[in-house]
């Protein structure tokens, strides 16, 4: 059960991230990662709707019918995307107002329902709850390290408005990196989002190759190893 | 892009890259000095440090890519590159802004897709709209050739951006004329002489480009087709609206010689990489370009059009190629 949890941990985080790997829902993620605060509230509510989503997909999985599964799972989401939706209307609405559609939208974030199905269906509510949990954190790692990038590069600030989130707390938590910056529109329009996408998804690949090389080079250094000529050579 | 040969390669030409890419430098150079009597030296600072970035840059990403070095800056195209892009880019830029339009043409556009021969789009052309998407305001705002800057103030002013240079500037007439509220183009510039100035100046630009440019076609470095397609429906489409409504939209005269036209006509939808490859698909290539200048300069909300037709070209070379390719002699009809 140990190993099992660390695995889904390392899969949602890193190995099997669902922005950097399987690249699903990127529509949300190119287009509200702006700024830190946008990234983050989007990665809050989708965190949110995926780690519940995969409790009730769990929960209710020996009770529907597998002919009808998607449709359903679909609608479990639905019913959760319209809870985070009117929570974040009662409490962060200026938010609300700035993710606009993005908030709806996250209904039809493939990784959601990618999770559903490929893991919340076939699980216990602990695994599924913990799988949601890994992923969504992953998810919202990428979504806040691009929206950081792109706003420290297109506006020269960090953390600018995060009192739409934390309220009078961030009042001043605003990081002006560089006093007088000219902005770089580039970075804070589409482009710049497919470009920064591009760039993370090479450097995870950079560091995972790294990282192999590391591992395979190790062991074999100084121990002369014995090729297999006959039988099955696989 | 993998090129496809179109025609039966028996006698070398003795046209390498660096050979190629050396002639068309030459040829720039009328423009470079036609540019720098009516604006003043901001060009030919923007060249000099665009090249020297270019050049460090190169070095850097082959040594990243692990490729030997020498050739790849010796072959002349990451300086080419640069110069474009130095001469495309208004004479009042600052080092930044030059330094990151470099960065994106040699590492993003170029090196990014697998290096010189298999970039899809034109590298001067991805660094300069990139860098009217990114930075607009400075961008869109050219030298007068009225009023210039000495050697030294404009030296100043491009590594420190320190003094005002607002009285040296003004915007193009192409702009202006994108413009116009309520007033004609003949009004307009009936009250503005530094228009009819810039126009002035504009043309003997003009005319510099097209003579580098006959100079490039007499060496045979690129074939008639592109050039003249593109300038050709350009000036067809600029002539159906200009006699219709000579008030609101721009002659064909104004729409050849002012901005890039010319410029583009002979410097960069040439690029052999980037464009179409037979000839009837330089045709089409350089028609097509020719409409969406037209089209972008008169309805979209950039003041000019030609890296965006130019890259949007580029993406459909590649098909134009395929149902443009020319049929084998001797083979069947169908």
Known sequence: ?234 | MIKQLLSSPHLHGGNRSQRIMLLVMLACLPGLAAQTYWFGYGTMINIIWAVGLGIALEAGVMHLRQRPIKPAISDGSVILTCVLLGLALPPHASWWLVGVGVLFAVVFAKHLYGGLGNNPFNPAMVGYALLLIAFPAAMTVWASPEQQLTFNQQWQWFWSQQGTIDGYTQATPLDAYKHLQGSTIHELRANNPGVIAYEQASWWISMAYLAGGLMLLALRVFTWHAPVAMLTSLGLLALLFGTGEPDLYASPTQHLTLGASLFAAFFIITDPVTSATSRRGKLIFGAGIGMLIYIIRTWGSYPDAVAFAVLLMNLSAPLIDQYTQPKVYGSNKN
């Not at chain 1, 929570?87 to 962060?92: P, Y």
């Open chain 1, 1 to 234: 059960m140990h190993a099992e949890s660390t695995k889904l941990i390392k899969d949602g985080l890193w190995n099997n991230n669902p922005a950097l790997v399987q690249l699903l829902g990127l529509c949300p993620l190119l287009a509200v990662t702006n700024s830190f605060v946008n990234a983050l509230g989007l990665g809050l509510v989708t965190t949110f709707v995926l780690v519940a989503a995969n409790a009730l997909v769990s929960l209710s999985r020996h009770h529907i019918n597998s002919d009808v599964r998607l449709p359903t799972f679909v609608m479990i989401i639905a019913a959760l995307v319209t809870i985070a939706e009117l929570l974040m209307q009662a409490m962060t609405y200026e938010l609300y107002q700035i993710l606009g559609i993005f908030i709806p939208l996250i209904v039809t974030n493939c990784a959601i329902l990618g999770r559903a199905e490929a893991y919340a269906c076939k699980n216990n509510l602990g695994p599924a709850i913990l799988d949601g949990l890994a992923m969504g954190i992953g998810f919202m790692l990428v979504l806040v390290l691009l929206g950081g990038l792109r706003e420290m590069l297109g506006q020269g600030t960090l953390f600018a408005d995060m009192h739409l989130i934390f309220g009078s707390l961030a009042n001043n938590w605003q990081l002006t990196l560089i006093d007088d910056y000219q902005g770089f529109l580039f970075a804070i329009l589409p482009p710049g989002a497919f470009i920064g996408m591009g760039l993370l998804i090479a450097a995870k690949n950079i560091i995972d190759g790294y990282m192999e090389q590391r591992h395979t080079v190790a062991p074999s250094s100084g121990e002369s190893r014995r090729v297999r000529v006959t039988g099955t050579i696989s």
